[in-house]
């Protein structure tokens, strides 16, 4: 397909900022906050530590996880979505995997600052966003993988590398299960990033779960699969004698039932809708979760 842009030897700047998805940042950006908060313990004289695990669950690993997906995913978004910065010629040549490479070796740098459990979980991210988008592993190609490793490193791992940084290690085991729970869900929450990129995912052999299920089942699964763990969250809130946090996630998710019968009248239509609605009562379920574990125990 001819370029779109004029040829260029270097990249657009707002072309290159649009590569690495500004938009896309929040989620483990707020996932690393949560995880201070569901530490248990005081920021004070750490906020250094907070403040530089949230950029670099955001704008560095997820930045980077984004520009490696768009350079792997080029010749999907040809079709998808020609006018993208890669295939338009807004970002040149191989400018768009010099960017991902760059941001990863960043990313690696600012994660050694953070002791060893903020190294740790930044080479795990870094290793999944490649594993997720590069052949040979290309995780995204499954219906299961894909969605489950993004859910697991924009919600659990960001969670738990909070609390871990901020309590200078291993966090208690009601972080561990609650981290896990929201990063399950999210898999859901990943399978409707699939639905605008069905048609080129067909043609490219990528078995997506719209194009594996078709679109009205896999927004009826993905609906499941985000509730199935906040039902668990909210009966561990009652078990654990947490009941006004537990009535707070059940309120926030009566709500995201509200959300989901708008978005199974029309998956294809309102899963972008759905992602800006029905995400930010997730996150918020994810919030009051944190406030509820952390004065229910010490490290493990």
Same mark, same amino acid.
């Given at each position: 397909?001819?370029?779109?842009?004029?040829?260029?030897?270097?990249?657009?700047?707002?072309?290159?900022?649009?590569?690495?998805?500004?938009?896309?940042?929040?989620?483990?950006?707020?996932?690393?906050?949560?995880?201070?908060?569901?530490?248990?313990?005081?920021?004070?004289?750490?906020? /250094?530590?907070?403040?530089?695990?949230?950029?670099?669950?955001?704008?560095?690993?997820?930045?980077?996880?984004? $520009?490696?997906?768009?350079?792997?995913?080029?010749?999907?978004?040809?079709?998808?979505?020609?006018? @993208?910065?890669?295939?338009?010629? %807004?970002?040149?040549?191989?400018?768009?995997?010099?960017?991902?490479?760059?941001?990863?070796?960043?990313?690696?740098?600012?994660?050694?600052?953070?002791?060893?459990?903020?190294? /740790?979980?930044?080479?795990?991210?870094?290793?999944? #966003?490649?594993?997720?988008? #590069?052949?040979?592993?290309?995780?995204?190609?499954?219906? +299961?993988? /894909?969605?489950?490793?993004?859910?697991?490193?924009?919600?659990?791992?960001?969670?738990?590398?909070?609390? #871990?940084?901020?309590?200078?290690?291993?966090?208690?085991?009601?972080?561990?299960?609650?981290?896990?729970?929201?990063?399950?869900?999210?898999?859901?929450?990943?399978?409707?990033?699939?639905? &605008?990129?069905?048609?080129?995912?067909?043609?490219?052999?990528?078995?997506?779960?719209?194009?594996?299920?078709?679109?009205?089942? #896999?927004?009826?699964?993905?609906?499941?699969?985000?509730?199935?763990?906040? !039902?668990?969250? !909210? %009966?561990?809130?009652?078990?654990?004698? @947490?009941? +006004?946090?537990?009535?707070?996630?059940?309120?926030?998710?009566?709500?995201?039932?509200? $959300?989901? @019968?708008?978005?199974?009248?029309?998956?294809? &239509?309102?899963?972008?809708?759905?992602?800006?609605?029905?995400?930010?009562?997730?996150?918020?379920?994810?919030?009051?979760?944190?406030? $509820?574990?952390?004065?229910?125990?010490?490290?493990?």
């Amino acid at each position: 397909m001819a370029s779109t842009f004029p040829p260029r030897r270097y990249p657009s700047p707002l072309a290159a900022l649009k590569l690495i998805k500004p938009v896309t940042w929040f989620p483990p950006m707020l996932a690393y906050a949560i995880g201070c908060v569901s530490a248990g313990v005081s920021p004070s004289g750490q906020w /250094g530590m907070v403040i530089l695990g949230v950029l670099l669950a955001g704008p560095i690993v997820c930045g980077m996880s984004q $520009a490696a997906n768009d350079w792997c995913d080029r010749h999907v978004d040809a079709i998808n979505e020609p006018n @993208r910065g890669i295939p338009s010629g %807004a970002i040149p040549g191989r400018w768009g995997l010099g960017i991902a490479w760059g941001m990863t070796i960043v990313a690696l740098i600012l994660g050694w600052q953070l002791g060893p459990w903020g190294f /740790g979980a930044t080479l795990v991210g870094v290793a999944a #966003a490649w594993a997720y988008s #590069a052949e040979p592993i290309r995780l995204k190609r499954s219906w +299961f993988w /894909g969605p489950g490793v993004c859910g697991l490193c924009y919600e659990g791992l960001p969670w738990f590398t909070g609390a #871990a940084v901020l309590s200078a290690g291993a966090p208690s085991i009601y972080v561990v299960i609650a981290a896990l729970l929201y990063s399950f869900g999210a898999h859901g929450i990943m399978t409707l990033n699939d639905f &605008k990129a069905l048609e080129g995912d067909r043609q490219m052999g990528l078995r997506s779960l719209p194009v594996v299920a078709g679109p009205e089942r #896999a927004a009826k699964i993905a609906c499941a699969v985000m509730a199935a763990p906040q !039902i668990a969250m !909210i %009966a561990l809130l009652f078990t654990w004698d @947490r009941p +006004f946090h537990a009535l707070g996630v059940l309120a926030v998710l009566c709500l995201q039932g509200l $959300a989901m @019968r708008k978005l199974l009248r029309d998956p294809k &239509k309102f899963a972008p809708w759905y992602n800006g609605t029905g995400v930010l009562l997730y996150v918020s379920g994810m919030l009051i979760t944190a406030f $509820a574990i952390r004065t229910l125990g010490g490290l493990s």
